[in-house]
């Protein structure tokens, strides 16, 4: 490591160099001996104008709640000591990949809003600010364009303001309430939420607690991963922040809950082209519920131009099922059968 470090540094030397590195991407665990060494090349690197822009990715991926506490608060440490003692990075740091890091809750709204002023893309994998359910952002002056968070432990993000946020991807979401709520963020155009909630929800979501004030989206995805998770059906409610939806995929339903709820949504997007609904397991296979849900469908999309109907089974899953009763619950075989199933629509929803 100490001869690849002298490699680096020669390569960054001012009298070695003809042209400016426009990105430079690294990729390191912040609490490694070697950090600061690195830190000190970039550092001097950006300050005689060597780099432009920077991406740092710190730490690995690991199994989701497999990391000790301490050190993930170790990492989290490395990650402020290096934007601490080294000031030039932070200002041309434009993505920041963390994972597995345990924040004071001061320290990591303060590196969004305050010392990384530049970034445009954050990801956080296994992050958390201790024991404090709630995280706050609130940075009026951010250029974050992208927000993912994936296995995170807060009960709730709450986004004050992000001026320049066009998405915002909540990954494998694991608790009972609505994992977020948004203030100020005119530019936000896609959301995507993928929810594994456990079974003991009380209450239905509002969709539109959840995305209340923001009216520029145009993609949505909600991914229930098959958990019994619903959402109470809203129309008026909803037409603001989906006057300007133009896709929207609901995944992973649980179809216990039934399937005409989901046409509150239709009826709430008058600009909705894509509409993807995916039940968990099963696919299409003709049963009635789904016959009278794609007639719904149909019913209320008068510009629609064509159903798609896919065969979709989770292998894994179905290895440890009942086989399906193949008279009662599968997908039409073959023309025929693929054909019956069209006549069927058209002849009940000919109006649609």
């Known amino acids: 490591m100490a001869s690849l470090t002298e490699v680096v540094r020669s390569m960054m030397a001012t009298t070695r160099r003809k042209s400016i590195i426009t990105k430079l991407c690294i990729s390191l665990f912040l609490t490694n001996i070697y950090s600061n060494e690195i830190g000190d090349i970039v550092n001097e690197a950006v300050e005689n104008g060597v780099v432009k822009d920077i991406e740092l990715i710190s730490g690995v991926d690991r199994l989701p709640f497999d990391v000790p506490d301490d050190e993930m608060v170790q990492h989290a440490d490395g990650i402020n000591s290096l934007f601490r003692n080294y000031p030039k990075i932070s200002c041309c740091l434009r993505s920041l990949i963390l994972y597995n890091a345990t924040f004071c809750k001061s320290d990591l709204h303060n590196l969004l809003a305050n010392t990384c002023t530049e970034l445009q893309y954050l ?178 999309a008068s510009n629609l131009r064509a159903v798609v109907l896919k065969e979709q089974y989770c292998k894994d899953c179905s290895a440890l099922r009942t086989p399906i009763d193949s008279g009662k619950c599968r997908f039409p075989s073959n023309e025929d059968e693929q054909e019956m199933v069209v006549n069927n629509l058209r002849n009940r929803f000919s109006g649609a």
């Open 123 to 300: 990801h956080l994998y296994q992050c958390d600010t201790g024991i404090n359910p709630v995280f706050k952002i609130d940075a009026p002056n951010s250029k974050l364009n992208v927000l993912e968070f994936a296995y995170c432990s807060w009960i709730q993000v709450e986004v004050g303001c992000l001026p320049k946020l066009e998405q915002l991807i909540l990954g494998y979401w694991s608790s009972p309430y609505l994992p977020l709520t948004l203030g100020r963020v005119p530019c936000l155009k896609e959301v995507d939420i993928y929810s594994g909630t456990a079974s003991y929800q009380k209450q239905p979501f509002k969709l539109s607690e959840l995305l209340g004030g923001t009216t520029c989206i145009t993609t949505l995805t909600l991914d229930f991963l098959g958990q019994k998770i619903w959402l109470k059906p809203e129309k008026y409610q909803l037409r603001s922040a989906f006057r300007n939806l133009r896709e929207l995929l609901v995944h992973g339903i649980f179809v216990g809950f039934g399937l005409l709820w989901t046409t509150a949504l239709l009826e709430a997007a008058p600009s909705l082209e894509t509409l993807d609904i995916e039940l968990k397991l099963c696919g299409f296979n003709a049963t009635e519920e789904q016959i009278v849900f794609i007639g719904a469908v149909m019913e209320r």
